[in-house]
């Protein structure tokens, strides 16, 4: 016995519309999902530290723990050849790293600040000797951060260090590193003080697609 030949279905043509449309929105929504599932991983890694830097002592700041120094905080004291006693603290660079400043003076920047710019000089100089005096951002600085740019595997990623420092006038009498952290995703902006990254996925924030994505500002 032959089975019937099946006859397609003829819908309305304001049917056929409105499927048209469900198929092209949930289509963009897929695209959507897609284009910010490299967003949606994205971390900051932050490690809470209490380090002291004694005078005449360094630390190795390895951001991301791989074993590779990125900068080296470095409280140096030293005597003139006329008996004046004096201080500085640095922030060297490691590799082609880079520190957010100016005429080689790095800023001591307020919990907020985006960290991004495209540094093409180190800034070095976080209190030096100027004649009798100082000179620098982080004269009495107190809980301030320091804006990096350093490379992982050839990329740059951006990162922060939190630190206070205390001066007498002269030299360096206290510094102390609190916390730094970085963000994994190279090029991607960090926020001093920002622990945790504000894209890290939850499917409520893919399925909201572009309008999930708050766009910050400095």
């Known amino acids: 016995m032959k089975r019937p030949a099946r006859v397609p ?56 723990h791989d074993g590779i120094t990125d900068f080296t905080l470095n409280n140096r004291y030293f005597t003139s050849t006329e008996g004046i006693h ?55 600085a107190k809980n301030r951060y320091l804006g990096l740019k350093f490379q992982i595997n050839g990329q740059y990623h951006y990162g922060w260090a939190r630190l206070s420092v205390e001066t007498n006038g002269q030299f360096i009498t206290a510094a102390t590193l609190t916390g730094y952290a970085y963000e994994t995703i190279p090029n991607k902006p960090i926020i001093t003080g920002k622990t945790h990254g504000k894209d890290e996925a939850t499917l409520g924030r893919l399925a909201q697609g572009a309008s999930g994505v708050v766009q910050e500002k400095k």
Request: aromatic fraction near 10%; proline fraction near 6%; include cysteine.
């Open 86 to 140: 004096y201080g500085e603290f640095l922030a060297t660079v490691i590799r082609g790293n880079f520190t957010e400043g100016a005429r080689g003076l790095p800023f001591a920047l307020r919990s907020g600040v985006r960290v991004d710019p495209p540094w093409t000089y180190r800034g070095v100089c976080m209190v030096c000797p100027k004649g009798h005096a100082e000179q620098g951002h982080w004269i009495n």
């Open 9 to 64: 279905l003829q819908l309305p043509e304001p049917i056929h519309q409105r499927l048209n449309a469900y198929a092209l929105a949930a289509g963009a929504a897929g695209v959507g999902v897609l284009a910010f599932t490299h967003a949606a991983v994205a971390k900051i890694i932050y490690t809470p530290t209490h380090r002291h830097i004694h005078r005449n002592t360094f630390y190795n700041l390895d951001i991301n």
